[in-house]
Structure formats: structure tokens, C-alpha cells
């Protein structure tokens, strides 16, 4: 299976902050990666796929890129509401494989 | 709007089966492959398996290989996951999920509210 190594597993930022999440792949996955938020209590929600692809509804704050084994999230500029967890998904075969998570919070 | 919703979960004792329900709405069910996503208390997202649109390919997590089987019912537009050997660890909440690619496998676009299983004697 695949691993994926997302990095760092917790974050302490201020709102207006530029903030980036990493996720490294065990193995080549092209461009077969998406990124989830997860508040507490509820259901991931998705923020882009195909690595860089955005959501539709989702702020342009969020970006995604890579390909192949690295990849990153960035927020350029934090809002309150963006504070939650995040993680990444590869699916580029099966078993699908998700990171560890990042739990971003306020400073 | 996509509806997933899942039913059939509960406390189990050690080494019993259980078999989870999801009733999906909103879109073109037999269009999509579906997958099963747990996460335990307090702990990370683990994706369980995934079914294509036809259910001609099948793929598990290695946790659970031999151990649960996804189905789907594309007449009735609801997907399964048959839990055998249930172990303490299988302890979670388990998310109906809907892929985002039409047709083949993608990444998962839309999510149930999840439904609690508990595995303990």
C-alpha cells in the first residue's frame, strides 16, 4: 500500500496568516491526490482533487500542488473559519490511503 | 443535492458480524463507484473499500481484507458493507462516501454523516 506522510501534524497560526501542509507519497501518484477539511463533528469536506483542481464553493484561499510523491496544501491567508483538520488522499490505486492529518490552530 | 445516508450500525460483541446500509439520492447512483471511510474515536480518516459504478471491481483496506465485504444494489440505489469477525479495533464511525469521477475510480467528492459502530463484549 501506499503511504502517504503528511507533515506537520499540528499547526498554531494567526487569522491572515499564510499557511502551507505537506503530504509526501511512498510511491509515484502522478497527480492522484486530494485534500479534505474536517471540523469537529462532522463530515470531511472536500477542498480540491487532482492535486490543484478547487472544489466548486470552496474559497480561492485554498490552493493545491505537486505531483508525483510531493504535495502541498496552502491557505494564503487564514480565516477564523478555516480552523479544523486536514488530510490528504491519495487515489491513485487501491488501497486508497489517507494521511495522518494536520490540526491547525489558533495561535 | 447528494444524500448519503447510512443505517445498520450499533454495539457488536467480538467476533460478530453486522452489515451497514447506505441510501444514496441526488445523482445518478449507478454512475459513480462508491466507497466505506471509517475514523475511530479521536483518531484519523481510514478509507475501508470501494466498489466501481458496476461492481466489477472491488478494493479493500489490508485491515479488513477477508473480513468485510462491499456490495451495492444499483435498483435500489444503496450500497453495503457485510462486517465479519469484528474485532475491538473495527471500532469507529463508518462514512458512506460517493466518488467524484464518473464512470471510474477518482477521489471521494461527497460523505454521509457517518453511522457509529462499537465493537466491544
Known amino acids: 500500500a501506499i503511504q502517504m506522510t503528511q507533515s506537520p501534524s499540528s499547526l498554531s497560526a494567526s487569522v491572515g496568516d499564510r499557511v502551507t501542509i505537506t503530504c509526501r507519497a511512498s510511491?509515484?501518484?502522478?497527480?492522484?491526490l486530494g485534500w479534505y477539511q474536517q471540523k469537529p463533528g462532522k463530515a470531511p469536506k472536500l477542498l480540491t482533487y487532482?492535486?490543484?483542481s478547487l472544489e466548486s464553493g470552496v474559497a480561492s484561499r485554498f490552493s493545491g500542488s505537486g505531483s508525483g510523491t510531493d504535495f502541498t496544501l496552502t491557505i494564503s491567508s487564514l480565516q477564523p473559519e478555516d480552523f479544523a483538520t486536514y488530510y490528504c488522499?491519495?487515489?491513485?490505486?487501491?488501497?486508497?490511503?489517507f494521511g495522518q492529518g494536520t490540526k491547525l490552530e489558533i495561535k | 443535492e447528494v444524500q448519503l445516508v447510512e443505517s445498520g450500525g450499533g454495539l457488536v460483541q467480538p467476533g460478530r458480524s453486522l452489515r451497514l446500509s447506505c441510501a444514496a439520492s441526488?445523482?445518478?447512483?449507478?454512475?459513480?463507484?462508491m466507497h466505506w471511510v471509517r475514523q475511530a474515536p479521536g483518531k484519523g480518516l481510514e478509507w475501508v473499500s470501494g466498489?466501481?459504478?458496476?461492481?466489477?471491481?472491488?478494493g479493500y483496506a489490508d485491515s479488513v481484507t477477508g473480513r468485510f465485504t462491499i456490495s451495492r444494489d444499483n435498483a435500489k440505489n444503496s450500497l453495503y458493507l457485510q462486517m465479519n469477525s469484528l474485532r475491538t479495533e473495527d471500532t469507529a464511525l463508518y462514512y458512506c462516501?460517493?466518488?467524484?469521477?464518473?464512470?471510474?475510480?477518482?477521489?471521494?467528492?461527497?460523505w454521509g454523516q457517518g453511522i457509529l459502530v462499537i465493537v466491544s463484549s
Open positions: 466498489i466501481s459504478w458496476n461492481s466489477g471491481t472491488k
Open positions: 488522499l491519495q487515489d491513485y490505486n487501491f488501497p486508497y490511503t
Open positions: 441526488g445523482f445518478t447512483f449507478d454512475d459513480y463507484a
Open positions: 487532482t492535486t490543484s
Open positions: 510511491q509515484g501518484i502522478k497527480k492522484d
Open positions: 462516501a460517493k466518488d467524484s469521477a464518473i464512470g471510474r475510480y477518482g477521489g471521494i467528492s461527497d
